[in-house]
């Protein structure tokens, strides 16, 4: 149980395109889904907390128009990178949070691999 | 003081023998903890949770908390190869889905 999906795995673009990762928890409903930023060789960086029907929470210094995050569902949530540039190349990794007993615990999806050209 | 402290490592240990792996955490009323384990090029991955102090164990990994002590650590037991990897201390500080904070992981590395 408490599988996370993610896609597309890799995805590689041209400067100022937009770019929808989609993140499903396929066997459970998350009541809460987070958005995390990875560069290499550097720790998770949380961008944005989302919840079902309403607005995302993002971290100080996320942009919020430039990182769109909607989540239509307890299992769908998307991050949309919007007129991505080279320096938004990164590791992007969700996870989904589902109640186990009294305690919330995060699972993480496989994460997206994103180029901007 | 970082919320969540780990040894950046690396921390080498020979093929079978018991990796321990340490965190601190400054909030006393964390409420849960998790260990993660990520492989290069990979997302994190749930190894182990705990909630009360004590030891909680799951085939050869042990969990141990102390929230007098504000400590947390896990130990892996007939250490294999396929162990080395970052493994990433989080705490949270109420029951509810809030955001984790993150210790900075330590890099283990199990030598054949």
């Known amino acids: 149980g408490a599988v996370v999906s993610q896609h597309p795995s890799r995805v590689i673009c041209k400067s100022g395109t937009s770019v929808k990762i989609e993140c499903r928890s396929l066997?459970?409903?998350?009541?809460?889904m987070f958005w995390y930023r990875q560069f290499p060789k550097q720790s998770l960086m949380l961008m944005a907390t989302s919840n079902e029907g309403s607005k995302a929470t993002y971290e100080q210094g996320v942009e919020k128009d430039k990182f769109l995050i909607n989540h239509a569902s307890l299992t769908l949530s998307t991050l949309t990178v919007t007129s991505a540039h080279p320096e938004d190349s990164s590791f992007y990794i969700c996870?989904?949070?589902?109640?186990?007993?009294?305690?919330?615990?995060?699972?993480f999806g496989p994460g997206t691999r994103l180029l901007v050209l | 003081q970082k919320e969540v402290e780990q040894n950046s490592g690396p921390l080498s240990v020979p093929e079978g023998a018991i990796a321990s792996l340490n965190c601190t955490y400054s909030?006393?009323?964390?409420?849960?903890f998790f260990w993660y384990r990520q492989y290069s090029g990979k997302s994190p991955e749930l190894i182990m949770s705990?909630?009360?102090?004590g030891d909680k164990e799951d085939g050869r990994f042990t969990a141990q908390l102390n929230k007098a002590s504000q400590y947390v650590s896990l130990l892996i037991r007939d250490s294999q190869p396929s162990d080395s990897a970052t493994y990433l201390c989080a705490v949270n500080k109420d029951q509810g889905a809030q955001k984790l904070v993150f210790g900075q992981g330590t890099r283990l590395t199990i030598n054949p």
């Open positions: 066997d459970f409903q998350a009541t809460t």
């Open positions: 996870s989904a949070a589902q109640l186990l007993g009294f305690f919330e615990t995060q699972y």
């Open positions: 909030d006393r009323v964390s409420q849960s």
């Open positions: 705990i909630y009360s102090n």
